[in-house]
């Protein structure tokens, strides 16, 4: 048996504590404090996990809202709904007006929008969890949170041209709405650094114009997205993306004829008056069409 | 060599007080007496005279703590394995028009604050008011407030108005209230409409108001007046209000009025025994501001003749000090020589008695040294006062505020008044305006018997004027409509809870030609309503349908209009359903009516409305002033027998009238003068205390008239001898939890009540009780080594070589080009960083600083900065971003070194230096500087070794030892629920119902763009980074650099003054670049520290004349500079 060199041979020493020599009494003497150390090390496991594993978190939502149906078929822009993006740092959630803007009209037999106009005029609602949720809009489970003290600003990234996708995924094909990055710093920096904002590869130092000011700076990040194959965002399975109840029949039914078709098609000598609206004005429109902006057309949403 | 000192310690040459705080410091000299811990003198539970554990968590010491830490870990732990996103995102029902989520809207409206009505913009998140600054458009505040205006909002949030009952600190007891023997019981409002409108039927009425100048306010009393007619007299009352100057004017003017400064337009001033400063409002601080700043370049001139040191004083060029008793003959002396050099008269009267009495009062006064030799103070007066007018400018003499209200200062009145219209200032830089409110005329309507008084806007007489609690309980039936449960309303049948300034319609008119439009920001928080609201009710209950027709609508089901909310429902409906028009359509009413014809506008009715409402105020025709020509005969001031000791009771600095001490913002911030804070106190002059062995902290008893009250006293340098002074607003024994627990220990010293309200003059004993009270006084906290820091100068050896104190500032090894280059300095940094982007900068001016606290108040609001309550402060704890620095100053071989000092106010913030000594020791990388030069505090790195605080040379960080924003008013209160009622901390994403929200107040109030710091945690100023952001934000979306003044920094903001400038350094053309290449800027103790700071200060010039000796010291450093080659 070989020894360490350094190491002087001795024989065992004689001595031995009680603890020493029975491991299992250790276990018996300690279990509390093993107890807490092995709680504490599953406890952080889960605590960790969930801090670092929200990508791909889908929650099932109070109404079955398919963005692939709204952005992905009928193809309305992102804006028409999160409007606030491109006005503030929140992108934000629809008022319950937007919605219902169209749904009063449009597709308002089906479960899911009587749920929601049931919701908007009785003011209230119960949850799955039994909840009593007030004031008379849906209350949507929160797909993306950011940590409270990073500043992100939805604005600013509109106004730079970064698409939505590039960070949300590929919205127009999800059913259900998931988060597509992992929103990390590292994530964030990825982008940063290739762009010529602070520590950016073209950003001159004492030229304030190629720093962190102006649109042109972003041609970077437009560029990548098309060109730029070295850019790689990680992509990553989505784990246990949840099924929702009524995805599944909900685009079929956009393929039906829609009220304005069926209109139409009762009444042609209305024909040429909608197909005279190439530039909307608001008097035209029905009160609940008023919120519409123009990146949104008729055929949107009346096709 | 001038000396300076902030500490008294400081002229006795002892060394600066140890930083520990005492408690420690007797710990460790203990521990040393033993011979350390590891001596067996030693006891085990050293730890136990630490005893911050257990006033935390009683019986708990060290061992158990580090247990009960563990077991709450692992819980910690076991509670967060759950969903990763408990949030729901709730949306809107429909989003309000021009709102943006996350970004704030500013709404133009007026609060009321000191009985001054204040212009200001509220800005508002989500319904949510979280900041006050002035409007920007207003003529007179020009986007300025001030301390008491930005902390109106913490009125707004008080969760005391929702009536906490100790007993059942989580329940609200607010609404309408009935007495039921000694308790108020809640009621309905219907109930309470009924029953007071069945006990206004007959009888006789007082309705005492708050000072009332709106014109839909005075329209409605007008209303309501007609329709009681005879058997209502309305008084408009404030403590403050200018009676005197009122007689005075009639008896010199032959004018109903009383005086409005107008000092833009004066360029020397001289005020008597006034504090135009801490008494003055928003505008007045504003045109103080433009008056010192001055036009073409020549400042104004402070010349204060006074008593005791004022806030005003510490800013005066000149400060004279005299007895109160000889203002007016010091006055009528001025008004003497300037006649006889204008060719004016004094009364006969006046001019007979002068000489006799002048001379003992001259003969006290300290001369005016000049080049020439010394000149008498009186003389030179006249002659500064003679040589504005010569220069086309105005002298005006000054007297107001709280302390001459009353009648015992009609004489100085009547003199000052003389004196004006001697100087040529009245009607020009002293304008008459409408009187908007009285005392006298309350103490006259309290001796007559009233069946029913009403008590409405905020008018709390049972405080604040003598005798009229007795009176108030003697009425038969006493309503009060006032907002929170104050002292009048304690004694009050019924209380119809009103609502705050924020939460309610309304106008104001903030000066004679300005009205401004009162818009709700907010819902009412509790279920309470406008008092005009109730009065209207009360009228249609008690004259039926002899109510006039203004006040009454059509009768309204409540479920009419099913789609507004519940709360408005409440304030909306629950009127109209009883045939009571609501107050917000009678304001409307009488705005797109009334004010639109006043105002001539082009736009009329709704049109007008809705620009008044957008634009905040309209500018209206000036009232001419009613003129009766009943001149009275001037008699000369009865001499009293002077007194050893007599009582002064001025303004609090901090407080202000005492209806917001209930305020914990402005509880904290400390006094301009004293640097107290959290307490009243008895301010001596050092003489008298050297010679009645009085000490500061020392409890004394005051006897006024036979009445003895108890004080902690304050030895104040600058006061002159012979007086006591005391601090009205202090001692209210109903204003809340926050006011409650400042008036510990027996202190609930009234001033207001003492001497029968005489406010000066009366003869006061002092003896000690042999007991100590410690001062929260922060002077001696974060105290700066060094000797360049704050440099004052005289504008007459400026204006003669700007260059000189430049040239002339102490140069270190450093900066001799040690590091081998010429002109290089000695550093252990690599190299400067460079920002090629924005370099953010600030310019102070200390000329114009007076020390107001604005800006200290303004950062509480904006930054979520935490208040830390009394015990707190007295450990040098305090969370202020921004602090004023005070220094005195005095002449070498001046013999009344304390008596006579000059003092100067320097605020002090993160000087975000270049070579930061604090990023250097930080272990965590937690203070690094981000790319526009900030030095930024990044709280989730932060571990708390607090190495940074201890290696900053200008004492600016802050370490949060207790998570002081979950407490009200400091951790004192931790054993005592319903002092901690925020317990959760709002942050972004962290939505909370409605619901809750409303039940815990204080969290609405929280900038959403600001964390909310976490307890062990170093923080500091980061220049509102905040605003960077958005102002980058607002760059990024324009795609092109926004110009100069885009955004300011919090304190920059409020500044009344305009003290501070900020911007961005490399924009060449930036306000704040110019500021910081004056001639006057200096960075304070760069060449000590090698700091390179990016706040640069404006040496403070004081325009007085320079002594021969000054002159001499000029010529010496310029003959120097002539030798250099």
Redesign the interface.
């Known amino acids: 048996m070989e020894r360490p060199l350094s190491e002087p041979s001795s024989p065992p020493a004689a001595p031995v504590s009680a603890s020493q020599a029975r491991p299992a009494s250790l276990v018996l003497r300690f279990w509390p404090l093993i107890l807490?150390v092995l709680?504490?090390a599953a406890?952080?496991f889960?605590?960790f996990k969930?801090?670092f594993h929200?990508q791909g978190?889908a929650?099932v939502q109070p109404i079955a809202f398919s963005h692939k149906q709204h952005a992905g078929d009928l193809k309305i822009d992102c804006r028409f709904c999160h409007f606030?993006a491109e006005?503030?740092?929140?992108a934000?959630?629809?008022?319950?007006?937007v919605c219902m803007s169209c749904h009063n009209v449009v597709a308002s037999e089906k479960p899911d929008i009587r749920k929601l106009a049931d919701i908007?005029a009785t003011g209230s609602y119960t949850a799955v969890d039994g909840s009593v949720?007030?004031?008379?809009?849906?209350?949507?489970?929160?797909?993306h949170?950011?940590p409270?003290?990073v500043?992100f600003?939805h604005?600013?990234h509109v106004?730079?041209n970064v698409s939505c996708q590039t960070c949300h995924g590929p919205v127009e094909e999800m059913v259900v709405m998931r988060q597509h990055s992992d929103l990390t710093m590292s994530w964030c920096l990825d982008c940063h650094r290739k762009t010529n904002y602070?520590g950016g590869p073209d950003?001159?130092?004492?030229?304030?114009t190629t720093?962190?000011?102006?649109?042109?700076n972003y041609d970077v990040v437009r560029d990548r997205e098309v060109a730029d194959p070295t850019v790689v965002f990680r992509e990553r399975q989505v784990k246990g993306a949840a099924t929702h109840e009524h995805a599944t029949t909900a685009p079929a039914d956009t393929q039906a004829p829609g009220r304005l078709a069926t209109f139409l098609a009762a009444n042609p000598q209305f024909a040429s008056k909608v197909k005279d609206l190439p530039v909307w004005r608001a008097a035209d429109l029905p009160d609940s069409h008023r919120l519409m902006n123009a990146a949104t057309n008729c055929s949107t949403c009346h096709q | 060599m001038k000396k300076i000192w902030s500490d008294p310690a400081d002229l006795n040459g002892a060394p600066a007080r140890d930083e520990f705080a005492p408690d420690v410091a007797a710990a460790i000299a203990d521990l040393r007496a033993r011979g350390g811990i590891d001596s067996p003198d030693c006891p085990e539970q050293v730890d136990s005279q630490r005893n911050d554990l257990h006033f935390a968590f009683p019986g708990v010491n060290r061992r158990s703590f580090m247990q009960l830490t563990g077991a709450a870990a692992v819980l910690a732990v076991v509670s967060g394995c759950s969903d990763p996103h408990p949030d729901t995102l709730v949306p809107y029902a429909q989003q309000p028009d021009g709102s943006t989520l996350g970004v704030g809207l500013w709404y133009s409206t007026v609060v009321r604050v000191n009985g001054t009505a204040r212009p200001v913009m509220a800005k508002a998140y989500d319904g949510r008011p979280i900041k006050l600054d002035g409007n920007p458009d207003h003529p007179l505040v020009r986007g300025r407030s001030d301390a008491r205006t930005q902390a109106a909002l913490l009125d707004l949030y008080d969760p005391d108005r929702g009536g906490i009952d100790p007993a059942q600190p989580k329940v609200f007891h607010d609404g309408p209230k009935r007495r039921d023997g000694a308790a108020f019981v809640t009621t309905t409002w219907a109930d309470l409409d009924s029953s007071v409108g069945a006990a206004l039927k007959s009888g006789r009425v007082l309705l005492i108001t708050g000072p009332v100048d709106g014109p839909a306010r005075l329209a409605h009393l007008a209303d309501l007046q007609s329709a009681f007619g005879e058997r209502l007299s309305h008084v408009a009352y404030h403590p403050w209000a200018a009676d005197s100057a009122r007689a005075a004017r009639q008896i010199v003017l032959g004018e109903r009025s009383v005086p409005r400064w107008n000092l833009a337009k004066a360029s020397v001033l001289v005020a008597f025994g006034s504090d135009l400063l801490a008494d003055g409002d928003t505008a007045t601080q504003v045109a103080y501001g433009a008056f010192r700043r001055g036009s073409n370049g020549e400042p104004g001139q402070v010349i204060c003749v006074e008593p005791t040191l004022s806030q005003l004083g510490t800013c005066a060029d000149v400060r004279i000090r005299a007895s109160m008793d000889s203002m007016a003959w010091i006055a009528w002396a001025v008004a003497n020589e300037v006649a006889a050099a204008t060719g004016g008269t004094i009364p006969p009267a006046i001019s007979q008695a002068l000489p006799a009495a002048i001379e003992p009062i001259a003969k006290q006064l300290r001369k005016v040294r000049t080049a020439e030799g010394e000149t008498h103070a009186i003389t030179w007066m006249a002659q500064r006062l003679l040589a504005a007018r010569a220069a086309n400018g105005v002298g005006v003499a000054y007297v107001g505020g709280a302390v001459h209200s009353g009648p015992e200062s009609l004489d100085l009145q009547v003199a000052t008044t003389w004196l004006n219209r001697l100087l040529g200032a009245e009607g020009v830089a002293v304008v008459g305006e409408a009187p908007v409110a009285t005392r006298d005329g309350l103490i006259e309507a309290l001796s007559k018997p009233w069946d029913v008084v009403i008590v409405a806007g905020g008018a709390n007489p049972a405080f604040d004027l003598p005798g009229a609690a007795e009176a108030l309980a003697k009425t038969k039936l006493l309503v009060s409509l006032n907002p929170t449960r104050d002292e009048t309303t304690a004694l009050a049948a019924w209380h119809a809870p009103g609502l705050h300034d924020l939460e309610s319609w309304g106008d104001a008119s903030s000066a004679a030609g300005v009205v401004e439009l009162q818009q709700p920001v907010i819902h009412p928080l509790w279920d309470s309503r406008a008092a005009e609201d109730s009065l209207s009710a009360f009228a249609v209950a008690a004259l039926g349908d002899a109510a006039p027709a203004s006040l009454v609508t059509a009768r309204v089901p409540v479920a009419a209009n099913a789609t507004v909310s519940v709360v408005s429902r409440k304030q909306l409906w629950g009127a109209a359903e009883r045939g009571v028009l609501p107050w917000r359509l009678y304001v409307q009413r009488v705005w797109s009516d009334a004010v639109a014809k006043a105002a001539g506008t082009a736009a009329t009715g709704d049109a007008f409305w809705r620009a008044a409402l957008s634009r905040g105020y309209v500018t209206v025709a000036r009232q001419v002033m009613p003129v009766d020509r009943m001149f009275r005969e001037v008699s000369a001031p009865v001499a009293q027998a002077p007194a050893p000791l007599s009582l002064i009771c001025t303004a609090s600095r901090t407080i202000g009238d005492g209806s917001q001490l209930n305020n914990a913002w402005l509880q904290e911030i400390p006094d301009p003068v004293s640097k107290v804070c959290w307490d009243g106190w008895a301010a001596f002059s050092p003489a008298d205390a050297a010679s009645s062995d009085i000490a500061s902290n020392d409890v004394v008893a005051l006897t006024v008239d036979g009445t003895t009250v108890q004080l902690p006293a304050l030895v104040q340098d600058g006061q002159h001898p012979g007086c006591v002074e005391v601090f009205l607003g202090w001692g209210r024994t109903s204003a809340g939890i926050v006011a409650g627990i400042t008036a510990d220990d027996g202190f609930r010293a009234n001033a207001y009540l003492l001497a029968k309200g005489r406010r000066w003059g009366s003869a006061v004993t002092v003896a000690k009780t042999g007991k100590r009270y410690e001062l929260a006084q922060t002077q001696h906290h974060h105290r700066l080594a060094g000797e360049q820091v704050a440099i004052d100068d005289i504008l007459e050896l400026h204006r003669a070589d700007p260059g000189a104190a430049k040239r002339n500032h102490k140069a270190h090894a450093w900066e001799n080009g040690t590091d081998g280059k010429p002109g290089g300095r000695l550093s252990i940094w690599r190299s400067h960083q460079t920002y090629p982007g924005h370099r953010w900068g600030m310019a102070i001016d200390l000329d114009l600083c007076t020390g107001c606290n604005a800006c200290m108040v303004a950062c509480n609001a904006e930054n979520n900065v935490p208040v830390v309550g009394r015990d707190e402060v007295r450990k040098n704890r305090e969370m202020h971003w921004i602090r004023i620095d005070r220094y005195f100053s005095a002449p070498a071989g001046e013999a009344d070194a304390r008596l006579d000092v000059a003092v100067l106010h320097q605020p002090m913030l993160c000087q975000q230096c270049d070579n930061a000594p604090c990023e250097a020791v930080c272990p965590a990388n937690a203070t690094v500087k981000n790319d526009e030069g900030i030095n930024v505090q990044i709280y989730n790195r932060c571990i708390g070794t607090r190495y940074c605080s201890n290696n900053c040379p200008y004492k600016v960080r802050r370490f949060n030892w207790y998570q002081y924003s979950a407490f009200r008013a400091g951790p004192q209160g931790s054993g005592q629920p319903d002092i901690r009622l925020v317990k959760h901390v709002m942050t972004e994403g962290n939505h909370v119902a409605a619901v809750e929200l409303a039940h815990q107040p204080l969290q609405m109030m929280l900038n959403p763009e600001v964390t909310v710091r976490h307890r062990g945690v170093m923080e500091k100023c980061n220049f509102c980074i905040q605003r960077q952001r958005s102002w980058r934000t607002d760059e990024k979306r324009q795609g092109k650099r926004v110009a100069d003044g885009h955004l300011t920094s919090a304190c920059a903001q409020s500044c009344p003054t305009a003290a501070i400038t900020w911007g961005d350094l490399n924009d060449q053309e930036s306000q704040v670049l110019k500021q910081s290449n004056d001639p006057r800027a200096y960075l304070a103790l760069d060449a000590e520290s090698n700091t390179r700071p990016k706040v640069a200060y404006l040496r403070k010039l004081r325009n007085r004349p320079a002594t021969a000796e000054e002159l001499v010291a000029l010529h010496e450093h310029g003959s120097e500079k002539a030798e250099k080659p």
């Open positions: 807490v709680l504490l406890g952080g889960y605590w969930n801090a929200d978190y929650p606030n006005r503030g740092k929140h934000g959630v629809p008022p319950m007006s908007a949720r007030e004031g008379g809009v849906v209350h949507w489970n929160r797909v949170k950011l409270d003290h500043y600003d604005s600013a106004a730079a602070v950003a001159k130092p004492g030229d304030p720093f962190s000011v102006g649109v042109g």
